[in-house]
Structure formats: structure tokens, C-alpha cells
């Protein structure tokens, strides 16, 4: 039971990331050639997300811990994701308490730097997130 619990927060990080990265990102800039009026948009938009992704992450990592403690057989697998997910979590926290209080207060001509660089950080994050989330899921097929 666990490790179904897991894998479904695991999903909905991963599904969200990719969401976000495929789908909103291309369109909010296609809608917001201006890189001020994007940034109020995207500064919106964030607003009130760090919470859940916090809980989001605390929640793989006890469910990783978890697993390594009462499934043996996974161990590996699972030990490689909880990295994984420290590795992201840590990006985040660095994107959410460093980056974005950046940006907020950046200069109009330094935004598209800083949009360049979240680009650059949240794909970090997603190859991380997927990496963990396809390691779990190929050692929990088996099991």
C-alpha cells in the first residue's frame, strides 16, 4: 500500500512538471509577448504553490524511507529515488527561496535572464523526478 501511495504522489509531481513545462509555459508565452506583463502572469500564477510542492516532496521522502525500511527487496531502487527526490527537493527549495525572491525584485531587461534560468532549473527538476519516478516504478512492477 505504500508503495501505490508513493508512486501516485510521485505521478502527480511528475505529471505536473511536465504539464507546466509542455503546456502552460509555451502558451503563457505565446500570450504574453511582454516579458513585464508575462512575469506579472507567471508571479501570479505561482503564488501560494510552495506549500503543497513542500508537502509533495515530504511525502516521497518519508514513502521512500518507508520503503527501504519494510521492502528489502526494493531497497536499491528505492534508495537511488530517495537521492533522487533530495536532489529535486533541493533544486526547488533553491528555485522557491532563492530564485523567485530574486526575480520579484529584478530590473524589466533582467527578467528574461531569470525566465531563462527557471527554464533551466524546472526541466533540472523534472529529469530528476522522472528519473526517481521510473526507477520506483520499474522495481515495484516485480514485487
Known sequence: ??????????????GSMVYSLVVVQPR?????????????????LANGN???VVALVAALLL????????????????????????????VFAHVSWRHWPARVFALPEELPGYQHRLRRLAWTILGLVAAAFVTTLSVSVDT
Do not use: K, N, Q
Not at 500500500?1 to 502527480?12: D, G
Open 1 to 14: 500500500m505504500v508503495i501505490v501511495a508513493h508512486l501516485t504522489i510521485a505521478a502527480v509531481w511528475l
Open 28 to 44: 503563457v508565452e505565446r500570450f504574453f509577448p511582454d516579458a513585464e506583463r508575462r512575469e506579472e502572469f507567471l508571479v501570479t
Open 50 to 52: 510552495r506549500r503543497p
Open 63 to 90: 514513502t521512500d524511507l518507508s520503503i527501504l525500511v519494510i521492502r528489502p527487496e526494493v531497497r536499491l531502487g528505492y534508495g537511488v529515488a530517495l537521492v533522487l527526490h533530495l536532489l529535486a527537493g533541493s
